[in-house]
């Protein structure tokens, strides 16, 4: 890939509240995007929704990294579990409506754990809010434990990682319960519980539950990060060049 059109992916943070709010991000998710052929800005939960419009009219592809939980009854999602650990306020209506534009604007992007619930949300899915009392399955998904998923053979996540199963690292007590009925599930764990999702018909739209930017580099999961890349630097050029693009597509 040429460096000029090396495409640019946001990364929306975390955000630490209190007197001087500010954006924390793990270098991790950057460094794969990086590795991946993209050059990653972090994205502060800041302004409304024109200021987001105009972000995402300047980048290629967005990461929703992963964080904390949901405020559900913020959302009129229903109350909010006790042992739910909410992002802040702000946090969480900058990043609903940042996935509701990037949906809107059809803008490649790679949800990851917290960024794949919000994608599941938005897209008008619902969530177990604490797996423990929620979920008849018994095997564990918080602190990092490594676990197997089942990739869905007709799904674009399988044409990604191209492997049929993935040894995924997984931090998260909440999960996907279902999915919008224009969405499609990529993946499952060993006892059914949704581990990835996708939306038919998006440039590349990919939701995993798992860390890929933590599984050891030269896996299938490195794959993930630079079809998200491809996509972004196919939208990149055709943003640049309109009318070279609509020949070759001719």
């Not at 809107?104 to 009392?133: D, F, K, N, S």
């Not at 990682?161 to 998260?172: A, Q, Y």
Request: hydrophobic letters at 40%.
């Amino acid at each position: 890939m040429i460096d000029r059109e090396r495409p640019l992916v946001a990364i929306n943070g975390e955000m630490i509240d209190g007197q001087s709010p500010a954006v924390t991000l793990k270098n991790r998710y950057a460094d794969a995007v990086l590795k991946a052929g993209g050059v990653p800005v972090v994205i502060p939960p800041v302004g409304g929704p024109s200021d987001i419009a105009r972000l995402l009219e300047r980048v290629d592809g967005l990461v929703l990294s992963g964080g904390d939980d949901f405020d559900t009854a913020r959302m009129g999602l229903g109350p909010t579990h006790p042992a739910a650990k909410p992002v802040p306020s702000a946090k969480q209506d900058f990043d609903v409506a940042l996935a509701q534009a990037a949906l809107e604007a059809r803008i490649p992007t790679l949800g990851i754990c917290y960024g794949m619930q919000l994608l599941g949300l938005v897209g008008g899915g619902a969530l177990y809010q604490h797996l423990p009392e929620e979920w008849q399955g018994k095997n564990p998904h918080s602190g990092g434990v490594v676990h197997q998923v089942e990739i869905e053979r007709d799904s674009l996540l399988a044409r990604v990682v191209d492997v049929p199963s993935l040894d995924v690292v997984s931090r998260h007590h909440q999960a996907v319960r279902t999915v919008g009925s224009a969405w499609k599930i990529g993946a499952r764990d060993a006892e059914g519980l949704v581990e990835a999702l996708e939306l038919p018909g998006h440039p590349f739209l990919v939701g995993v539950q798992w860390h890929p930017e933590l599984a050891p580099e030269g896996t299938p999961h490195d794959r993930l990060f630079r079809a998200l890349v491809f996509a972004a630097a196919t939208r990149s050029i055709a943003r640049r060049y309109p009318r070279e693009t609509s020949r070759i597509g001719s």
